[in-house]
């Protein structure tokens, strides 16, 4: 065994337990935990969007939330005021937070550090803002909700629908396992490998004849499909969008979802959004001043766990294994 | 241009506020020769370096490597030119292995816009990584991360970074700086060595190792070329004694 093969076990774990929870999770809890770890599945990607940049370029967004806005209320508007069908309405949805990130992007890269965070929050904020004022299109303060429309139907009779909970779940986890997958493979190539050059050292990763500003265009696109996904599948968990998931507030959860699973390490971001969403569902009822026990919690973890408890893991997992091997295992820096 | 001129600096200018760093610079590289660039701090040594390899653009005066006009170049494509260089500061990717380090320098010239291949099945890179650290006598570090190497294998490390990518020519920019006498000698001679297949200019503050090493000598003061020959020539050179070396007899 070496760590590289217990973090695939690790991996094994997290994906039966997703592909089971139907099963398990009623036998433990009430039965709307099924709904609520789907909902957790999906803001795991926004938290794996901001990690995406933070963790591996090594740009701290502050404004994710704009493209899970675009990915939402591409869906919601594609089917409400459009009339598209299930997948095009999808498509469009991604369609649109990939394009907004290219744009915003753009410019925003240029820029690095607080300047970078700045300016993702300034971007959230327009299109925030935006998005309230334009009632017709958006719905405004109300949002905007739509009748779902079937993912297939055979004639008149038969249709297969997010309507029905089983359907929307695996819908969900596939899809969701689909871009964990995505990042998966782009972290181990030569992309990824750049990746970590540009946060490591961009006046290094230059100087070896990387352009440092597309790979971090790059990344920046890739985070807006990955967070336009979350946003899209959001759209059909609640058939409804709304202003309220695009303010700045929900980016600064991601980041902090991110930070506390573990930025750098590929599943952090799920380990990190799935215990703070319990905490807030547990607590926010019983203790209204619940998001203290959440800053207690990221003060701790930031201090004696800098890379999250994903990174904590991997550090146990490769402590174990060198002692065994005499410090000869590689490390696999979190790809 | 003559065909042995491999890097040529003309009227080179750069100002940082009312100080000119850089007053006019001319100055070549001959292929074949080790160049040593000298001069007290405040020079302009290393502000020429980062003109010549694109961090800093100039204010007046033109670059040209191979022939090839690189003034206001971006610093990837300066690279892709076959230009590389260390920084003074040892500069490289401190949370990756070793070989990470090489691998990424390596795999540079293939591109890396390549999101759905695995980067352990470039075969040329890999291979590339593994001979540099046998080569610099890293390999027993191969998996460590570069944080955990001394100030020395940090050294060597940047210079096979450099190497990994193929270079034509190479800037060193005090490679021996900080290092104690037994490091300082291997250095010097795997300098040695390197410039027998590759062009180098160094920076360096060490006269002993630069009269040793060089063939030719740049002498810069107050961001001018003072003087240039020979390290015979140059330290004979009344005017170089008097600003740079001192009049003593110790050089």
Redesign the interface.
Known sequence: MTPDKINRLGIVAVALFTLLAPWILPVFVDEFWVDIYSEMLIWSLLAASVNLLFGYVGLLSFGQALFFGMGMYGVAIGIAKIGLGFWPAFGFGILLSTTMALITGFLAVRLTWHYFAIITVVFSLIFYFTALSWKPLTGGDDGLSFTMPPIFSFGEETAISLTDPTVQYYFIVLMVGACYALMGVVLKSPLGRAFRTVKENDMRAALIGLNVYMIRLTAFVIAGFVAGVAGALFAFFGRYASATYMFYHVSGEAVVWAIIGGAGTLLGPVVGTTLLITLREELSDVWEHYLIVVGVIVIVVVIFAPKGLGGLWMGMVNRIFDKSANGNQPKEGGE | MSPTQILEIEDIEKHFGGLAALDGVNAHVESGKLTAIIGPNGAGKTTLFNVI?G?LPPAAGRVKFLGQDITNK????I??LGL??T?QIK???????VR?NL???A??????????????A?SR?NQVADQLCEELGLTQFA???AANLSYGDIALLEIG??L??EPKLLLLDEPICGMGPAETEQTVEKIRNLAKRIDIVIIEHDIEVVFEVSDEVIVMAQGKVLARGTPAEISTNAEVRTAYLGDDDDA
């Open positions: 390899t961090i971006p610093v990837h494509e690279s892709k590389a260089r920084l500069s490289v990717f401190n949370g990756m292995t990470e691998w990424i320098a795999q540079s010239r293939d591109g890396v816009f390549k999101p759905f291949q695995r980067a352990s470039s890179a998996n460590q991360e970074i450099a990994a990518t």
